[in-house]
């Protein structure tokens, strides 16, 4: 079973913070992406990620960025936190020969102050 | 560009009723069209797929045809249960490959 984890399910920061969002998967895929998830917009993308050390700008990067150090982990950081990055952020990762299946991590409900 | 459509909800059915949530795209060349599904607290699912036109995907009962003279996907489900309560995305990945392009997500609630 693949697996996608979020480092946590609920987030609460305040604005200005720098606030860490982790994802890690556990087959080996290729490919990571961050998305955030907002009613009546759907799910927008952030930062995909090809291979270590490489990322993508999404839709709607500004404000974050994003961290590929190790093949299996997909960091995503916001320098500065504001209110309007409050939301839910989803991490999904697939292989580079099967890129037409995503498996979703649960999602970090992140609420900022 | 592409893009996706999808109906606005919320939908709530009863029990056994039949379902349809439309879903209208937008693509250059010739996408892979999707359906996902998100229970309440968990992240995104894969229902269903399809790659080509007048392919049908399926799943759980759940159904769509890829029409590409409408450029439709509707999700179809001929009688629905209170466990089909969910937010439902209809989804294109680009025939690049690389990019996959959500709907805005309709809510389903089933009443028993």
């Known amino acids: 079973d693949v697996k996608v984890t979020q480092s946590s399910r609920y987030l609460v920061k305040r604005t200005g913070e720098k606030v860490f969002l982790e994802c890690v998967q556990d087959m080996d895929h290729e490919n990571m992406f961050w998305y955030r998830q907002d009613p009546g917009l759907g799910l927008r993308l952030i930062y995909f990620?090809?291979?270590?050390?490489?990322?993508e700008k999404g839709d709607i990067p500004e404000g974050y960025s994003v961290s590929r150090e190790k093949k299996e982990r997909f960091s995503l950081i916001l320098e500065s936190a504001s209110t309007n990055q409050t939301s839910m952020y989803l991490c999904?990762?697939?292989?580079?020969?099967?890129?037409?299946?995503?498996?979703f991590g649960p999602g970090t409900r992140l609420t900022v102050l | 560009g592409n893009s996706v459509t999808q109906m606005e909800g919320p939908v709530t059915l009863s029990e056994e009723a039949f379902l349809t949530i439309n879903c209208t795209y937008t693509a250059t060349g010739y996408p892979s069209l999707f359906w996902y599904v998100q229970y309440p607290g968990e992240g995104l699912q894969l229902l269903l797929k399809a790659t080509k036109a007048d392919d049908k995907g399926s799943n759980k009962g759940f159904e769509a045809t890829y029409r590409k003279e409408t450029t439709s996907f509707h999700l179809e489900k001929g009688s629905v249960q209170v466990s089909d309560s969910a937010v439902y995305f209809c989804?294109?990945?680009?025939?690049?490959?690389?990019?996959?392009?959500f709907g805005t997500g309709t809510s389903l609630t089933v009443i028993p």
């Open positions: 990620s090809y291979d270590v050390k490489m990322k």
């Open positions: 989804a294109l990945l680009s025939n690049t490959g690389n990019q996959f392009y």
């Open positions: 999904a990762s697939s292989s580079r020969t099967r890129a037409s299946e995503q498996f």
